[in-house]
């Protein structure tokens, strides 16, 4: 089992910055990659970036340039630094974890709320 815990949300106007941290307990040798994901009100979940155990990164078209995902293994966390934040960004944060067996995790998610 993996246990992962958000932090960082807020709020925030457009065009500012915020860094969100997830931190992973548990079986975290079992780890494969990691992602957050966000969700709008009335809209699907949607993933914006996911990094794998060897750190390559993929991002959602809407956030390339603005958005980095970074891990420090030393610390079992996950970064995402959001720059230049939009109010279409507003949404509820969840830091995901998928292991090998691609068993999924889930945090309980944070919220970010960009005014404009």
């Known amino acids: 089992q993996v246990q992962l815990v958000e932090s960082g949300g807020g709020l925030v106007q457009a065009g500012g910055s915020l860094r969100l941290s997830c931190a992973s307990s548990?079986?975290?040798?079992?780890?494969?990659?990691m992602g957050w994901s966000r969700q709008a009100p009335g809209k699907q979940r949607e993933l914006v970036a996911a990094i794998t155990s060897g750190d390559s990164t993929n991002y959602a078209d809407s956030v390339k340039g603005r958005f980095t995902i970074s891990r420090d293994n030393a610390k079992n966390t996950v970064y995402l630094q959001m720059n230049s934040l939009k109010p279409e960004d507003t949404a509820v944060y969840y830091c995901s974890a998928r292991d090998r067996q691609h068993r999924a995790y889930w945090g309980q998610g944070t919220r970010v709320t960009v005014s404009s």
């Open positions: 548990g079986s975290v040798f079992s780890i494969n990659s």
